[in-house]
């Protein structure tokens, strides 16, 4: 069992906003400060979203957004577009100096 | 622009040891700034952190729990790659592996090898 879970899937039409929550179920994420967020289309290596609760990388899309509320994080995606449909993982350091993943969301625009 | 470029078999023999190398192009594997990580995916197990290595003055590993008895990490500075080794391996260690960077004062992976899929099989 993951110390973090999300949704098995969403869905979304174009142009909608969709969220993709994680909450931490065990206490050894910590203050849970340290989440981010990945995007993986078949095939391909996990690409990097957000990090930090809510920090963009450069050149990833504004449409992409993160927040954070008590145990539970949150992805946000507006405007979906068809390139959108991907799955979705969050992570998290742990204060074993480890790191944990959620077990995925795979969102499809509907 | 950073790149990981992995390398490896893809089959390995049920209790022996798994071998991946990942070379890393701009960037050292022996900065100050960084470590290097590998993360493995099978569908069993979703995306499973490894472990990592990095240097600060010296060099450090630590290593996932799960197959902390098992698992070797090395930095190869003269070839700027570092690998992987996994021991005793059965086909539970069957999954897609991936090598990954994160910054100093950062938990986010922002650099990913673009994985090597292994299968555990006679």
């Known amino acids: 069992q993951s110390a973090l879970t999300q949704p098995a899937s969403v869905s979304g039409s174009p142009g909608q906003s969709i969220s993709i929550s994680c909450t931490a179920t065990?206490?050894?994420?910590?203050?849970?400060?340290?989440v981010s967020w990945y995007q993986q289309h078949p095939g391909k290596a996990p690409k990097l979203m957000i990090y930090d609760v809510s920090n963009r990388p450069s050149g990833v899309s504004n449409r992409f957004s993160g927040s954070k509320s008590g145990n539970t994080a949150s992805l946000t995606i507006s405007g979906l577009q068809a390139e959108d449909e991907a799955d979705y993982f969050c992570s998290s350091y742990t204060t074993s100096s480890t790191w944990v993943f959620g077990g995925g969301t795979k969102l499809t625009v509907l | 622009q950073v790149q990981l470029q992995q390398s490896g078999p893809g089959l390995v023999k049920p209790s022996q040891t798994l071998s991946l190398t990942c070379a890393i192009s701009?960037?050292?594997?022996?900065?100050?700034?960084?470590?290097w990580n590998w993360i493995r995916q099978s569908p069993s197990r979703g995306l499973e952190w490894l472990g990592r290595?990095?240097?600060?003055?010296?060099?450090?590993?630590n290593y996932a729990v799960s197959v902390k008895s098992r698992i070797t990490i090395n930095p190869d500075t003269s070839k700027n790659q570092f690998s992987l080794q996994l021991n005793s391996v059965t086909p539970e260690d069957t999954a897609v592996y991936y090598c990954?960077?994160?910054?100093?004062?950062?938990?986010?992976?922002?650099?990913w090898g673009q994985g090597t899929p292994v299968t555990v099989s006679s």
């Open positions: 065990s206490s050894d994420v910590g203050d849970y400060n340290s």
């Open positions: 290595t990095y240097y600060r003055s010296k060099w450090y590993n």
């Open positions: 990954a960077r994160i910054r100093v004062g950062k938990f986010d992976f922002d650099y």
């Open positions: 701009g960037d050292s594997v022996s900065s100050n700034s960084v470590s």
